[in-house]
């Protein structure tokens, strides 16, 4: 197995059959950087050619947070390289022909939160949060990764997520169809045995053919996948709207996107 940085990666975790990545970056409330996909892709990748994985989980270590989305710092640094670098925020798991679980023990924002809901059953804690904050931080995710909300919840609900970057208890994400089931926190493990024990019961090839039956409705959103930020505003990563998003992040204040085109 290789050897891990940024994600721990247990197989037959808690219940036989169950594979867990979690996404070990907890002094970043869990974002991801490029590293940590290509491990989770590595990881997917093994859960899925291994005949006694049944049931993918994936989480984060804590109470704090699942998955913050991506590494602040490090969406400066892709996105001053060039335009819409190489991305999969999903590691793959929407090609994982085995369940998936998203065990959200906290906060699971902008790409945390695609994470989640991209997965195939979504486990809350009553202490999680969810939200997307592309437009707040200037970070203009496109294509499937955004549109495939609308399966999930609905056009409208999507548009309002997506677009005005509202915060969501685990019951408001429970009422909207974003997450299967919320818990206690301190039963939160518990509610993920069960799941991951019901999924274990069931027929291995049946579960991989509804799998595949399931992506088959978005699976033409996939391709061809257009380049909406190189269509709509070429110059956005020079003009200074991307950073001003990130800056005001990293300092701790409310962006002034006043001065840009609207």
Known sequence: MPDFTDILFQKHHRVRGAAWITI???????SFTGRTLTEMREAVRDAGADDSVGVLVITGPGDRAFCAGGDVRWLQGVQREGPQAPMDPHAGIEDLLKPVIARVNGYSIGGGNHLAYFSDFTIASERATFAQVGPRVGSPASGHWVSYLTHVVGAKKAKEIWMLCRRYSAQEALDMGLVNAVVPHDK????????????????????????ASFREVFQPLRQPRRDWVGE?????YKSGEADEGKSAFLERREPDFSRYPR
Do not use: H, Y
Request: net charge negative.
């Open 24 to 30: 070990n970056r907890p002094d970043v409330m869990n």
């Open 188 to 211: 939160l493990d518990e509610e993920v045995d069960r799941w991951c024990e019901e999924l274990m019961q069931k027929s291995p090839t049946c579960l991989k053919i509804l799998k």
């Open 232 to 236: 709509i505003a070429p110059g956005f």
